[in-house]
């Protein structure tokens, strides 16, 4: 199967049942690392598909962050419009609201929109995505704070977290390869600090208020192969974001049994419920409390085991379920014969 313009295409094995093929054409803005975690959970599911990306860059830089103009939308709908007609598809999966009115567009397959949370922030598009939203056959959410966001059914399908990826590390030996002190302090903050909802302000405040010498090390332009080594490296993660559907940082952090101090955004106070030598509070002077707690521990978290618990093959099970709420009867798993 070959993709369309600007497009990555994957050819699924089987699934180890006898259901018949799906073939998905998935529409995305930026491919962020959990979107690549879909991808292989449709891998796990023998699904085949092809990834068509919204033309430009949206970039998270230091101190701004460049995003996509109009015209880059205005390309992407004829490629849209091509790749559904030309291709060999059963429906297409509109990921991230912005592109759900595209995958609208084509007419001819049946719709599922995953929408990612960044789409209810202060967007002047929030209204077209909502009425795309409503006309969609189906709708995931990844979390249960998202449902919130929506006002028809919508099913509920996480982004799993690659638990061999992110791993516990030895402290001292990630601290050797990055080239760190190996007796600092570290508190490092998961984003750019130009990411106004991020609230890197309120992360400064916070570390200058504790009575010992830390050092605030920022994601920046980190790569995301980087992540994993700089997280177990760092004596703890501190999320301090106005607002998030996630952050799937927390997860990561979790599986990497770091300690996290975060603010009750998103999935956090889920995540974070019950785990060790973490804290989740809303204001400057509980943030600040739980992180010299933390740091006075100077121990691990133990948060890997729930993370690690939810992986592709899950993924791609729920996936496989929400496609074929759209496809005709043939395209179905047959029921299990009921045998005596």
């Known amino acids: 199967m070959s993709g369309g313009a600007g497009a990555d295409t994957g050819a699924a094995g ?5 259901a018949p093929a799906i073939r998905v054409l998935n529409l995305v803005t930026t491919p962020r690392s959990f979107y690549r975690k879909q991808e292989a959970a449709l891998d796990a599911a023998g699904i085949e598909y092809t990834t068509l990306e919204v033309p430009g860059e949206h970039r998270n830089l230091d101190d701004r962050v460049e995003e996509r103009t109009p015209k880059h939308y205005a390309q992407f709908l004829p490629q849209v419009l091509s790749e559904a007609w030309r291709g060999d598809y059963d429906l297409v999966h509109a990921n991230f609201g912005l592109t759900a009115p595209f995958a609208l567009a084509q007419l001819r397959l ?3 929109v995953s929408l990612w949370g960044g789409e209810f922030r202060e967007n002047p598009f929030t209204p077209l995505i909502e009425a795309a939203t409503a ?3 189906e709708v995931i959410v990844p979390s249960r704070m998202m449902r919130r966001f929506v ?3 919508t099913h509920l399908i996480p982004y799993p ?3 061999e990826q992110f791993q516990p590390m030895d402290r001292r030996e990630a601290r050797e390869r990055l080239g760190w002190d190996p007796d600092e302090t570290v508190v490092f903050f998961p984003a750019a600090p130009g ?4 609230d890197f302000p309120l992360a400064e405040r916070v570390v200058d208020g504790i ?9 920046g332009s980190i790569p995301y192969d980087e992540m994993p080594l700089v997280m177990n490296a760092s004596n703890a993660v501190l999320c301090t974001s106005k607002r998030e559907t996630g952050p799937m940082i927390v997860k990561e952090a979790a599986a990497c049994n ?4 975060s603010r009750p955004v998103g999935f956090v106070p889920e995540v974070l419920d019950g785990v060790t030598n973490s804290y989740v509070a809303d204001d400057e002077d509980g943030l600040r409390e739980g992180l010299r707690a933390v740091l006075d521990d100077d121990g691990r978290a133990d948060g890997r085991g729930p993370i690690a618990s939810y992986g592709t093959a899950e993924m791609g099970e729920a996936l496989r379920q929400v496609y074929e709420r759209v496809l005709p009867e043939e395209k179905r798993r047959p029921e299990p014969a009921i045998r005596f």
């Open 110 to 112: 049946p719709v599922v």
């Open 135 to 137: 006309r969609a056959d």
């Open 258 to 261: 770091v300690p996290v101090v």
């Open 151 to 153: 006002d028809r059914e």
């Open 211 to 219: 009575d010992s010498d830390v050092r605030l090390h920022t994601a």
């Open 195 to 198: 990411r106004e909802e991020k």
């Open 161 to 163: 977290i690659d638990t």
């Open 14 to 18: 089987p699934s180890g049942d006898d």
